[in-house]
């Protein structure tokens, strides 16, 4: 059965930095593209990062140079380091797992979320 | 950047009434649009992919058409456990997530 566990969210005060885990089960991370992708309290889903399965990254505008998405294959888990946090970054993170087929994608499997508040 | 504008926003409908949802991408996608159903608190769970193929375990009530720059979510006999958030993705470019629209009851 497939399943994605994340963990990692909490308070932090601005500009502080915290690292997001994603611990998956069922499938093999690095044969997947990986997302995480955010919502804010009352707003609708943002897509953060992917991870493609050749280790290409990429990033929303918004966290470009401040966030970080990695994978631990020996540990089957996807991570998020994320620097220089804004209170704009308060949100619910979930991790995504992307199906790449012919001539279309789309998020198969999510995480049940971990939160995240930035604040003093 | 690939804009996805959904409409409406929100809808009010009882249970029963056809319910039909439009996402307009502001460029072609082909069908590289997923539909996903959002409960409060719940991660968001996928619906149709490819535009028009049904999740495996989804109800026969929901269905999707579309391609190009334009696509619709259709729920044929709206029951209470649908009333929800629905959003549209496109995975063409990178991935980007319609506003959302909510549906509740009347």
């Known amino acids: 059965e497939v399943q994605l566990v994340e963990s990692g969210g909490g308070l932090i005060q601005p500009g502080g930095s915290l690292r997001l885990s994603c611990a998956a089960s069922?499938?093999?991370?690095?044969?997947?593209?990986m997302n995480w992708v955010r919502q804010a309290p009352g707003k609708g889903l943002e897509w953060v990062s992917v991870?493609?399965?050749?280790?290409?990254?990429y990033y929303a505008d918004s966290v470009k140079g401040r966030f970080t998405i990695s994978r631990d294959n020996s540990k089957n888990t996807l991570y998020l380091q994320m620097n220089s946090l804004r209170a704009e970054d308060t949100a619910m993170y979930y991790c995504?797992?992307?199906?790449?087929?012919?001539?279309?994608?789309?998020?198969?499997?999510w995480g049940q979320g971990t939160l995240l508040i930035v604040s003093t | 950047d690939i804009q996805l504008t959904q409409s409406p926003s929100f809808l009010s409908a009882s249970v029963g009434d056809r319910v039909t949802i439009t996402c307009r991408a502001s460029?072609?996608?082909?069908?590289?649009l997923a539909w996903y159903q959002q409960k409060p608190g719940k991660a968001p769970k996928l619906l149709i992919y490819?535009?028009?193929i049904l999740q495996s375990g989804v109800p026969s009530r929901f269905s999707g058409s579309g391609s190009g720059t334009e696509f619709t979510l259709t729920i044929s006999s709206l029951q209470p456990e649908d009333f929800a958030t629905y959003y549209c993705?496109?995975?063409?470019?990178?991935?980007?997530f319609g506003q959302g629209t909510k549906v509740e009851i009347k």
């Open positions: 995504a797992r992307e199906v790449d087929d012919t001539l279309t994608g789309y998020y198969d499997y």
């Open positions: 069922g499938f093999t991370v690095s044969a997947n593209y």
């Open positions: 490819a535009a028009s």
């Open positions: 993705q496109q995975l063409n470019s990178y991935c980007s």
């Open positions: 460029q072609g996608i082909s069908s590289y």
């Open positions: 991870i493609y399965s050749d280790g290409n990254t």
